[in-house]
Nanobody, 125 residues
């Protein structure tokens, strides 16, 4: 069992930036793809970004490409999501996710083994 704990959410103005962090603990190992999903009110949970175990490869949703950056520090069992040029469309609960794989990145919620409790990001105009 792996526990994921997010932090860094909050209220930010349009055009601003936030950095989310997620620490993994428990039965962690090196074969662990990590990433982020988000869910806005009344909408489905959507893929945002993910990063392979080595950190060499990343994938992004088209809606966040060139604005968000996912990274990881394996020594700290932590994955980050740097979010820039935020708009109201980015308002959502952001969830950290993990799956037992070296390099396979999936885009559906059901394909991830572990979930954090979520952190709220609100972008105001």
């Amino acid at each position: 069992q792996v526990q994921l704990v997010e932090s860094g959410g909050g209220l930010v103005q349009t055009g601003g930036s936030l950095r989310l962090s997620c620490v993994a603990s428990g039965r962690t190992n090196s074969n662990y793809v990590m990433g982020w999903f988000r869910q806005a009110p009344g909408k489905e949970r959507d893929f945002v970004a993910a990063i392979t175990s080595s950190g060499r490869s990343t994938q992004y949703a088209n809606s966040v490409k060139d604005r968000f950056t996912v990274s990881r520090d394996n020594a700290k069992n932590t994955v980050y999501l740097e979010m820039n040029s935020l708009t109201s469309e980015d308002t959502a609960v952001y969830y950290c996710v993990g799956k037992r794989s070296w390099s396979v990145i999936n885009y559906l919620p059901s394909q991830y083994d572990d979930w954090g409790q979520g952190t709220q990001v609100t972008v105001s105009s």
